[in-house]
């Protein structure tokens, strides 16, 4: 048996909210891994989005893993309520938290997969102490706070840095990018190490269906 070994999570922000449980039934259908929602506070980006209401809904609509991106400036006030709401998975930043990692084994109390997002200009270095006790790595190829934002080539040598760090630590550790991943950028990226591709715009558009785009991402990373 062959699976795909590089893993696409559909980024809700993206979507037509007046249709998000269709949109996230029909990325459920054209073989998603998880569903990626991007949670943000207007203080650790400057930029609202969604909250817990959102995954509690989503959780009666589709299996997949529902995996919550917390760009917010509390993450410990509020991985209860999402673990309640139902988040199987959370990405927190390294950014702006002083005790990661009591952040990183409060997730892992409850059970829940974790990972750590960097920023484009935090170095993966950062990653070192606190891999052994991750689910995931997450090195944003964006600014994060928007969707369509056009992908960072810079940060691809990172991606690679990443990629080692994890082969000599933690293997089997997830490596994901998030910013700026469509048909041109994803081989880049898969190129450079990563095995996780959370895309928004490039899989929630107008131009095509939720299932054409995601096959559109799949061949250009197709060998
Ligand atoms: C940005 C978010 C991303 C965003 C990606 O802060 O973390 O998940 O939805 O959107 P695209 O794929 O449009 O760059
Ligand atoms: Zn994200």
């Given at each position: 048996m062959t699976t795909d070994p590089v893993k696409l999570a559909p980024s809700?922000?993206?979507?037509?909210f007046a249709h998000l449980g269709d949109q996230v039934l029909e990325a459920e259908r054209a073989g998603a891994d998880r569903i990626h929602a991007d949670v943000m506070d207007g203080h650790f980006v400057p930029n609202l989005s969604m909250g817990p209401m959102i995954i509690r809904s989503l959780r009666t609509v589709t299996r997949l893993p529902l995996e919550a991106h917390l760009m917010i400036s509390n993450p410990d006030a509020f991985v209860d309520e999402f673990a309640r709401a139902g988040v199987d998975s959370f990405l927190v930043h390294w950014e702006g938290n002083n005790n990661l990692s009591r952040t990183v084994r409060s997730i892992k109390a409850l059970g829940k997969r974790v990972g750590v997002a960097i920023n484009p200009a935090t170095s993966a270095a950062v990653l070192e102490e606190i891999l052994q006790d991750l689910d995931q790595v997450l090195v944003m190829t964006v600014n994060p706070g928007f969707g369509h934002q056009s992908f960072l080539h810079g940060t691809l040598p990172k991606i690679t840095r990443a990629r080692r760090m994890i082969d000599r630590i933690k293997p089997g550790c997830g490596l994901v990018v998030d910013g700026g991943i469509d048909a041109e950028t994803a081989p880049l990226a898969v190129a450079a190490g990563a095995d996780v591709l959370v895309a928004g715009s490039a899989i929630f558009n107008d131009g095509e269906s939720v299932i054409a785009a995601m096959e559109r991402l799949r061949s250009a990373i197709r060998l």
């Amino acid at each position: 048996m062959t699976t795909d070994p590089v893993k696409l999570a559909p980024s809700i922000l993206a979507a037509d909210f007046a249709h998000l449980g269709d949109q996230v039934l029909e990325a459920e259908r054209a073989g998603a891994d998880r569903i990626h929602a991007d949670v943000m506070d207007g203080h650790f980006v400057p930029n609202l989005s969604m909250g817990p209401m959102i995954i509690r809904s989503l959780r009666t609509v589709t299996r997949l893993p529902l995996e919550a991106h917390l760009m917010i400036s509390n993450p410990d006030a509020f991985v209860d309520e999402f673990a309640r709401a139902g988040v199987d998975s959370f990405l927190v930043h390294w950014e702006g938290n002083n005790n990661l990692s009591r952040t990183v084994r409060s997730i892992k109390a409850l059970g829940k997969r974790v990972g750590v997002a960097i920023n484009p200009a935090t170095s993966a270095a950062v990653l070192e102490e606190i891999l052994q006790d991750l689910d995931q790595v997450l090195v944003m190829t964006v600014n994060p706070g928007f969707g369509h934002q056009s992908f960072l080539h810079g940060t691809l040598p990172k991606i690679t840095r990443a990629r080692r760090m994890i082969d000599r630590i933690k293997p089997g550790c997830g490596l994901v990018v998030d910013g700026g991943i469509d048909a041109e950028t994803a081989p880049l990226a898969v190129a450079a190490g990563a095995d996780v591709l959370v895309a928004g715009s490039a899989i929630f558009n107008d131009g095509e269906s939720v299932i054409a785009a995601m096959e559109r991402l799949r061949s250009a990373i197709r060998l």
